[in-house]
């Protein structure tokens, strides 16, 4: 082959793993039954496709070809290993190559594998530590290294704990496979935490000088988008909604020196109006069902937000009546914190700090930043201006998120 078209076809082998390597892997850890056997065939096979791809040119069906060397790839390291056995036999079952003709049916191997994927990397045995970095370790491809530094630990750390859940998956004998109908909204809820909590992550960072880190919240966005094309549920296409509503408002809620603004001050211009487009339309989807929950709940409360100009303009009765509707889904302390804030907004401030003052009354959330932080503001905006700064105070000292602590001191040195 002449040296520009073997460009060509490794630039095509490079083009393949990054957009279907993913796939490819959780179809060879279902044929493999092993975790690192199948990473191991995964990249064994692309180096055979560099290899052999330039000199005898690109198979009919790549992406089955890169399955079927995977697949033996993998045998035959059992084999070297002296570990071959019947089990490995059973692996015969996957076709060979010349029999996966139509490509709709290698996409719909993959398609089935992927849900396998993630139901078992988010398989309620684990740890949710363990689930979140599986997932993005085997579903997202992300390296351990990317993980352990979006959730600010060591890369050793970060290994151990996948190396951990790999190991609990298969000494649990936890199934490879997409639950049964009547198991499905229990898995399915806990697969939709996951993502949400990866979401989170990226939308407003735990710790650290960053407010956000959207390689986490997009990678979120990605994950939702996949499990909505793999399982169209309703709650699935309301948690992507809201990630997308959420999303829009990254580039405003910080100023270019990275600090904090509040959702009533930001500029709505700087919102990404595609997310708001599509986010919306996907909220009226899901609702639309009639068999809604809590995150097509939340959509529609960030909908509200997203389509008021300003935050005096707000629908915030509606936004209450979705927060108590919210409220029969999720009893929480924190929901009930987020509707004292727009009561406060529909009724006046001193209506949402006598609900605040309830729910610390209980101490549910005395170790909640965001309610110390919540009352401050209430506090600050009539008057009680003691009250303020030590609701701030609190608030500062248990947050370890630099631009919220800017914030607070902020505040703080208004009120003296």
Not at 68 to 79: M, Y
Not at 283 to 307: C, D
Not at 346 to 356: F, K, T
Request: charged share 25%.
């Amino acid at each position: 082959m002449r040296e520009d078209g073997a460009d060509r076809t490794r630039e095509l082998v490079d083009n393949l793993y990054r957009s279907d390597s993913s796939r490819i892997l959780a179809t060879l850890i279902r044929l493999l039954d092993d975790f690192d056997l199948a990473e191991d065939a995964l990249h064994d096979a692309f180096n055979a496709a560099m290899v052999q791809w330039p000199l005898e040119g690109v198979p009919a069906n790549p992406l089955a070809w890169l399955v079927s060397t995977g697949r033996f790839k993998g045998i035959d390291q059992k084999r070297r290993a002296a570990r071959f056995d019947t089990s490995v036999e059973s692996l015969a079952a996957f076709p060979d190559t010349g029999n996966i003709d139509p490509a709709d049916q290698i996409d719909d191997i993959f398609r089935d594998d992927q849900l396998r994927l993630i139901f078992t990397c988010c398989h309620p045995a684990l740890s949710q530590e363990a689930r979140v970095a599986l997932t993005l370790r085997e579903v997202c491809g992300l390296t351990t290294e990317e993980i352990a530094s979006a959730f600010i630990t060591t890369p050793s750390t970060l290994a151990q704990r996948i190396v951990r859940a790999k190991a609990k998956i298969r000494d649990a004998h936890i199934p490879y496979r997409i639950p049964s109908p009547a198991d499905l909204p229990d898995r399915l809820g806990t697969v939709l935490r996951v993502i949400y909590l990866v979401f989170n992550e990226g939308y407003s960072a735990s710790s650290g000088e960053l407010l956000t880190r959207p390689d986490l919240s997009g990678e979120a966005i990605r994950l939702g988008r996949l499990l909505m094309e793999l399982l169209p549920d309703s709650e699935v296409i309301g948690l992507l909604a809201l990630m997308l509503l959420q999303e829009s408002r990254r580039d405003a809620r910080t100023t270019l020196s990275g600090d904090l603004v509040l959702l009533e001050d930001q500029d709505r211009s700087l919102w990404n109006r595609e997310y708001i487009t599509e986010g919306s339309a996907l909220t009226v989807r899901a609702m639309s069902t009639g068999q809604f929950g809590p995150y097509a709940i939340q959509a529609a409360i960030a909908a509200i937000h997203a389509g008021a100009p300003d935050a005096s303009s707000t629908e915030w009765k509606r936004i209450v009546e979705l927060y108590d509707m919210l409220l029969l889904w999720e009893p929480s302390p924190v929901v009930e914190l987020n509707r004292a804030v727009a009561v406060a907004m529909r009724d006046g401030p001193s209506a949402g700090l006598e609900i605040i003052d309830a729910i610390l009354a209980r101490g549910e959330l005395a170790n909640y930043a965001l309610a110390h932080s919540a009352r401050g503001e209430l506090c600050r905006r009539i008057g009680k201006r003691r009250e303020a700064t030590d609701s701030y105070t609190r608030a500062l000292s248990l947050t370890q998120q630099g631009p919220v602590r800017r914030f607070l001191e902020r505040q703080m040195s208004r009120l003296s």
